[in-house]
């Protein structure tokens, strides 16, 4: 499986963007895929996962702020932004997950200016 990610890019606090992660390759129905970030001198974390019957999950952190959603026929998660602050700025990762096994996008950075 591999995942290519669009969409990053520098924008001001309060501000909104839109990630988007195609996954290609051998493709199960029963799925997993979702949205990581790491900023400088951080572990990497969650930010909001979906699973293949739209059950999500979110960060608190961005909860109310951030919606993930999926395109299943496009093999495609998003993830919408909005009320961004400085504290998003990271290297935001796509996850996708099935039988156990996990696949990683490159990475797109996100800046949030204050």
């Known amino acids: 499986v591999q995942l290519q990610a669009f969409g990053g890019g520098l924008v001001q606090a309060g501000g909104s963007l839109r990630l988007s992660c195609a996954a290609s390759g051998v493709i199960r129905s029963v799925n997993v895929m979702g949205w990581y970030r790491q900023a400088p001198g951080n572990q990497r974390e969650l930010v909001a996962t979906i699973l293949f019957n739209g059950f999500t999950t979110y960060a608190g952190s961005v909860k109310g702020r951030f919606t993930i959603s999926r395109d299943n026929a496009k093999n495609t998660v998003y993830l919408q932004m909005n009320s961004l602050k400085a504290a998003d700025t990271a290297v935001y990762y796509c996850?996708?997950?099935?039988?156990?096994?996990?696949?990683w996008g490159q990475g797109t950075q996100v800046t949030v200016s204050s």
């Open positions: 996850k996708y997950g099935q039988l156990g096994n996990d696949y």
